[in-house]
């Protein structure tokens, strides 16, 4: 019963803290009501009892890109800055995308047939993942992992190529 | 109810036998829920006051001064009127402040120190979450509380606190590189991110003796990175008063600072756990391998003692720390983390591993 209690909280603060972060005029509450989410998020995972993922989304999540967020909003606005409301045209054809986009989703979702777990706790044993992160055979994660560390080390140097001031050659 | 110092296991599953016998399951669990949350508030508002007051005192001692010495023996209670005054002054919000981020950031940062805490060992049984991914686990929730650092900097409505709070949020961004870092070269060693385990696989042999050279490389590394971490000095220019004002906390006053200032020892009393837990044995006592007698009289002294020990021991070299170095400048900060701590640290990993491989150990 706990557990349902939890889930329902859990769940209406991800809902409530959803809809807060779209229609906040300020940019960085938008972005603590975010953290919020991911938070709440974060804690459907330790109710589910699946502690690896709940932690990765609180290290990459909460600890890594809000912070990088919230950096980059401090870097660039002021406190007393509110976003502009959109015009009401764009409005309306913002809420009919969500709504088309919403009822896709759902339609989709809903159609699903979900079987309950009956079994035992699916418990992941983190050596587990670990060696299935690093095993190269038939469901190792050995090749992803390794693309997308190339991935991400080309999107750095990127970063840097861009954010280097171009020196003036000597003449 | 069997109280017995050296072990934990058997109090805690009878007070839970107890209860779950004489309440419904889910009354049962909320009031063990509570039970744990007024005994860690209690611990850590306790701790936090003696570590005021042990600061104080070191300090003075370094600048060979007495320290407080009026309020209650050896000035003992000075922490805690300062408290009760702490409480009584007025609460201050600054005008054009965003009220409610202004009010939320010192929650975010004394949040995320309770939730870090929770998984530290304390003695046999007494440890409130043990997850098999516990050293992951810490170093996520320990990084959410900077949010709160930011948040403060930038809802008070001043440059002061805005530097500040732009100073320490790259300098934690980037120390928690460390950190992680030393805690798996730590881990690589362990074999185990579980806390229980790695205090248990010291039973022979603390780390920093069994892990010889890449585990003192860590433990140092650690220790600096703890250190910049906390914001202590001597990388405490997010705070730097002949700078800064007071950093991110300017603006607040009263119990509002109270709580910065709280969890900053209690982050202190975190890294310095850590410290004592991964590298020094935690609760384990001093064993040196066939010595009998030895092993037999250390044991005597209760694991809570042990471990209240080190982390104190720990604490005693970050006060240390504050008080001789001279404060370093932001980019002298960063030099030292990105240029030297890191590949340090990264190169120590493959040594450690090394040492595994070969099984260079005791």
């Known amino acids: 019963m706990l557990n349902e209690v939890m889930f329902y909280l859990f769940g209406a603060m991800i809902l409530t803290f959803s809809v807060l972060t779209v229609t906040t005029r300020r940019i960085l509450r938008a972005a603590v009501y975010l953290l919020f989410v991911l938070i709440s998020t974060a804690g459907l995972y330790f109710s589910l009892n699946y502690n690896f993922l709940a932690a990765v989304q609180l290290t990459v999540y909460a600890g890594g890109i809000v912070v990088l967020i919230i950096f980059s909003i401090l870097l660039t606005s002021h406190l007393s800055e509110r976003a502009v409301m959109a015009p009401l045209k764009q409005s309306i054809f913002s809420a009919l995308a969500t709504l088309a986009g919403a009822t896709l989703t759902l339609m989709t979702i809903l159609r699903f047939s979900f079987v309950p777990n009956t079994g035992v706790d699916p418990q992941l044993n983190i050596t587990d993942i670990g060696n299935s992160m690093v095993s190269y055979n038939r469901d190792g994660y050995a090749l992803p992992f390794e693309v997308i560390s190339v991935l991400l080390l080309a999107a750095m140097i990127g970063a840097i190529v861009v954010a280097k001031k171009e020196r003036k050659l000597k003449e | ?362």
């Not at chain 2, 936090?48 to 005192?57: D, I, N, Q, S, T």
């Not at chain 2, 044995?281 to 007698?293: D, K, T």
């Not at chain 2, 890191?342 to 450690?352: D, R």
């Open chain 2, 1 to 362: 109810m069997a109280f017995n110092i050296y072990d934990f296991t058997t109090l805690t599953h009878d007070i839970h036998v107890g209860l779950a016998e004489s309440f419904s399951p889910v009354l049962a669990t909320t009031i063990e829920w509570v039970i744990v949350g007024v005994v860690y508030l209690l611990f850590v508002a306790l701790f936090g006051l003696f570590l005021v007051y042990a600061e104080r005192k070191v300090c003075a001692a370094f600048q060979q001064r007495l320290g407080p010495t009026r309020v209650g023996p050896w000035g003992l209670l000075q922490t805690i009127a300062d408290f009760i005054k702490l409480l009584m002054k007025e609460l201050i919000m600054p005008r054009k402040a965003d009220r409610f981020l202004y009010n939320l950031a010192p929650f975010i940062v004394i949040i995320a120190s309770f939730l870090a805490i929770a998984v530290l060992p304390f003695a046999p049984g007494l440890q409130s979450l043990d997850f098999d991914i516990g050293v992951f686990y810490l170093t996520a929730v320990s990084s959410v509380g900077v949010i709160g650092i930011l948040l403060a900097g930038w809802s008070s409505n001043n440059k002061y606190s805005l530097i500040g709070a732009m100073r320490s949020g790259a300098q934690i961004l980037s120390y928690e590189l460390s950190v992680s870092l030393s805690l798996l070269t730590m881990v690589v060693f362990a074999g185990t991110m579980q806390f229980s385990a790695i205090v248990e696989g010291q039973r022979d042999a603390w780390f920093i003796f069994s892990g010889h050279i890449p585990a003192v490389i860590a433990f140092v590394v650690f220790l600096i990175a703890g250190t910049a971490e906390t914001n202590r000095g001597p990388f405490d220019l997010a705070e730097a008063e002949s700078e800064l004002v007071a950093g991110f906390h300017t603006e607040y006053s009263g119990i509002k600072f109270a709580m910065f200032f709280l969890a900053e020892y209690i982050n202190l009393f975190i890294v310095s756990a850590v410290a004592a837990t991964v590298f020094l044995g935690g609760w384990m006592p001093l064993h040196f391998g066939n010595f009998e007698s030895f092993n037999h009289v250390m044991d005597f002294i209760p694991p809570v003692m042990w471990f209240f020990m080190k982390v104190l021991g720990v604490i005693f070299v970050i006060m240390w720390f504050k008080w001789t170095f001279p404060r370093l400048r932001v980019d002298q900060i960063l030099t030292l983390e990105w240029k030297y701590l890191l590949p340090i640290n990264l190169v120590n990993i493959l040594l450690m591993a090394l040492v595994v491989l070969t099984k260079f150990h005791f």
